[in-house]
């Protein structure tokens, strides 16, 4: 058993250092000196260890070269220094400062200008020579790297005295590890590296170890398990029809059978085909026979993340054994705490310790927006215990289509590092290029055959597979330059008992149509959907349209006419089925994915009147070209006036498309490089600098040489507009003790908001931040009411992150909404001056 020095060894001309045996990691309950550095160190290394334990051979065998726990071990060298132990022995009952003179020049608060101890621990290891990578991983253990100016023997560190000292607790730590540090070959087993050590320190800094009385060992497996590392079990030898309920067609037979061991695989086919079970199979099948740890399902945006999360849980019911833990995956996105909220306690995923925010990625199945899965190659705090999390897992990547320059270097960044950490990545796209695919597989590709396998198992070179092609649907197209012909055929279509689908570009289009067809006196029903609801309205809106557009309610379906009018969210996001479409004009991708929800279900009854067909919103295409931004308004905004141009030109002319067979020729025809001229080739530079700067913009989110960003400032998407939150509240007012206030919400309802009632009953308050939050809508900050002074939202702190009290300014915005539906300040104003903003739950928010 290893033993701290008893005596302290003098240095001359330096000043002293504690005794190993007693410096602090940590205080206990009622302010008591707890674990001692070497105890709270060795703990942290034995429970790295028996992380690795629970991990296959294959994994930690590749990740995690022999020594690993060393390194999580040491992530407290610079617990020993004069500034921290100070700190912590002033957290202790009873010490007076400077109380022990080894501590008599220590301030604590300088720590700040090194990174505190994570600093420390990081100049220690440079200066002891630990090798490449381990002395950054010990620094950024907190998350972020430590700005660090000084070395491990300079006087703000102890010097040479409190140097020594941390060189004992390393000899320490070896000899009770038995090991020494490992060899780090790369980046990306460094980053792997990195997320053991943190979350080993989590779990070694749990509650089952602040007791320095009792003995830490009988813990430390009890720890993991508590935590949610216990391996699923998954029931084997079941088959697709098990799982689905149908037989698996060809092209999903095909990707099962090229999916059989690790690897990166395409899977680029048309909507509506089963892509997302085949995916899932092959998920199955990999983690039954021992060759992935779980999975991690990516979409591009909430709502889709949403969907999908309710599918891959009944999957998750079907796979794993009755006994087995982890019985529902874990939804990661932004407001994914409001889905567990509605769920109750006892409806969350199990493995509570893995809910809280980062960690949640850790958790063997998970679903949630590609962002999460983004931050693990980005600068961002933590991100690499996201690359720790994935390392192992089935990632799926879906509807990669729907991803701009910025997005998809960053997830070219991704799928590399996936290979790295040993995940199989599959993508699943309808509508990818030829070049885009091929950034993504990182090699050459050929194969213009659609649908298509492109399948790169990691021992093996690259398949390209043509896939079975499903049966051909005939959509008849119409290019129309006039509205006021197309409202008229809607409305004619509607009048026949038709369900028609009306796209549009922006919002602000979205709501003037909307306008203009649901005055019209005629017995059909009219409806509006897109961004800038309310989220309890917008929830309300898409059960309502969802059911009647969708595949189980025909009764409901036939009973009348109707025309749903919207934005981009019903391109992808929701399980519809039209009847008839128009659509403003938009990129070929886009448009293709708006045809996807045209006869979507094939049991779907539908008038006598019907035809599979849609109507193109389009200028005329030589004036398009002599002035894009003019003749596509808004839509210009929205996409690049080149790509519009180009999509125009394949479009124009068609009178009907055969799907899938002209998905790829229509894609290539768009997208594919070309020489231009006069007005186009003023476009085409023009995108070309904006994909440039959007590539130099993600670069940096990647580089490690900036300052790492926290997960709210890290930007995975490219916005040239920000937005913010705003909160609408019919009134408010304070009790007379200022002890709570009540709000009025929209529709009607009261709520009383009580000051520190977080600390008080943590049920409650969940319920009234998850209320507050469905009353919230997210616009562009210029369309926002104006921004209010933090102090002023004070009542409101404990429910949303109202930003830093350094920024006066609140994050969130609030507005009060009168009888006429307008928005006033919270002092009866005008919400943003010169600006009329309003908001009702039939357009929602305008301005």
């Known amino acids: 058993m290893f033993k701290p020095q008893k005596s302290q060894k003098t240095i001359p001309n330096q000043p002293a250092a504690l005794l190993l045996d007693d410096c602090l990691a940590k205080t206990y309950a009622q302010k008591q000196p707890g674990r001692k550095i070497l105890n709270h160190c060795h703990i942290v290394g034995e429970v790295a260890k028996a992380l690795l334990g629970r991990m296959p051979n294959w994994l930690s065998a590749e990740l995690f070269p022999p020594g690993s726990e060393l390194v999580a071990a040491c992530h407290d060298l610079g617990k020993v220094s004069p500034t921290f132990q100070e700190k912590i022995y002033r957290g202790t009952e009873h010490y007076q400062n400077n109380a022990k003179p080894e501590l008599s020049a220590a301030n604590p608060e300088t720590e700040k200008l090194w990174g505190g101890h994570a600093g420390v621990s990081q100049a220690t290891a440079e200066a002891l020579n630990v090798g490449r990578y381990i002395p950054e991983i010990l620094g950024q253990h907190h998350g972020y790297s430590p700005n660090l100016v000084h070395k491990a023997e300079d006087a703000v560190f102890g010097g040479k005295a409190w140097q020594a000292r941390r060189g004992e607790l390393l000899d320490g730590l070896k000899h009770l590890l038995n090991c020494d540090f490992p060899i780090v070959s790369n980046d990306l087993q460094a980053k792997a590296l990195a997320g053991l050590t943190t979350v080993s320190d989590w779990i070694g800094s749990g509650s089952l170890f602040d007791d320095p009385s009792h003995d830490w060992r009988p813990n430390i497996q009890k720890a993991l398990d508590n935590a949610g590392f216990v391996r699923p079990s998954l029931q084997t030898d079941l088959r697709f029809v098990d799982l689905f309920g149908f037989e698996p067609r060809a092209i999903q037979q095909q990707l099962i059978s090229s999916g059989q061991q690790p690897g990166v695989y395409v899977l680029e086919a048309p909507m509506g085909i089963g892509k997302t079970e085949a995916a899932l199979y092959v998920a199955y099948q990999l983690m039954a026979t021992q060759q992935a740890t779980g999975l991690y399902f990516a979409l591009p945006t909430q709502l889709t993340s949403d969907k999908i999360h309710e599918r891959v849980t009944q999957f998750l019911t079907k796979i794993l054994a009755a006994d087995s833990p982890h019985q529902k995956a874990l939804l990661l996105h932004g407001n994914a705490w409001l889905k567990q909220t509605e769920l109750g306690v006892e409806g969350q995923p199990n493995g509570s310790w893995f809910e809280g925010g980062k960690r949640g990625i850790l958790a063997p199945f998970a679903v949630g927006t590609i962002d999460q899965a983004l931050m693990a190659v980005m600068n961002v705090k933590h991100g690499f215990v996201r690359a720790f999390g994935l390392a192992g897992k089935v990632v799926i990547l879906d509807e990669v289509h729907s991803y701009d320059a910025y997005t998809g270097t960053l997830l070219d960044e991704l799928v590399t590092a996936l290979q790295g950490l040993h995940c199989t990545v599959i993508i699943l796209s309808a509508t990818l290029t030829q070049q885009r695919r091929g950034a993504l597989l990182g090699q050459t590709v050929c194969s213009h055959q659609y649908p298509l396998i492109s399948a790169k198992a990691k021992q093996g070179a690259l398949l390209e597979l043509a896939a079975p092609s499903p049966t051909a649907s005939e959509v008849a197209i119409q290019c129309c330059q006039q509205d006021d012909l197309a409202i008229q055929e809607a409305l004619d279509r509607a009048a026949q008992g038709q369900q028609v689908l009306w796209i549009e570009n922006t919002v ?247 000051r520190d009632l977080k600390i008080r009953d943590q049920t409650q308050w969940r319920d009234l931040a998850a209320t507050l939050l469905q009353n919230t809508v997210q616009v562009a900050d210029y369309l926002a009411p104006q921004a209010v002074a933090i102090s002023e939202l004070a009542w409101l702190k404990e429910y949303f992150y109202l930003g830093d009290p350094a920024h006066d300014e609140s994050l969130l915005r609030i507005a009060l909404v009168d009888g006429a539906d307008n928005l006033k300040s919270l002092s009866g104003g005008q919400a943003l001056p010169n600006h009329q903003l309003s908001y009702n739950e039939d357009f929602g928010y305008q301005s």
């Open 508 to 754: 602000a289009e979205a709501q003037a149509i909307y306008k203009q067809l649901s005055a019209m006196d005629m017995p059909i029903a009219c409806g509006l959907l897109h961004s800038r609801f309310l989220k309890t309205d917008r929830a309300a809106k898409e059960k309502l349209w969802v059911d009647l557009y969708g595949k189980d309610n025909h009764q409901a379906r036939q009973a009348q006419g109707r025309i749903l009018v919207g934005t981009q969210i019903l391109e992808q996001s929701l399980d519809i089925d039209a009847d008839f479409l128009i659509s403003r004009f938009a990129p070929t991708d886009m448009l293709l994915q708006r045809l996807g929800r045209l006869w979507r279900h094939g049991d779907t009854p539908r008038p006598t009147t019907a035809t599979c067909e849609a109507w193109l919103l389009t200028p005329d295409f030589d004036a398009a070209v002599a002035d894009a931004k003019q003749q596509f308004g808004k839509t210009a905004k929205v996409y690049s006036p080149y790509v519009l141009c180009r999509s125009l030109a394949v479009w124009q002319q068609r009178e009907s498309v055969s799907l899938p067979h002209d998905i790829r020729p229509l894609i290539e025809a768009t997208y594919s490089e070309q020489a231009e001229q006069g007005p186009m080739l003023a476009y085409q530079a023009e995108l070309a600098k904006t994909r440039a700067k959007l590539k130099q913009l993600a670069l940096v989110g990647l580089s490690k040489a900036g300052k790492t960003l926290s997960e709210n400032r890290a930007g995975t998407r490219y916005s040239e507009q920000d937005s913010v939150q705003v909160l609408l509240l019919k009134s408010y007012r304070h009790t007379a003790d200022k002890s709570a206030t009540e709000i009025t919400l929209l529709d009607g309802s009261k709520r009383v908001l009580p």
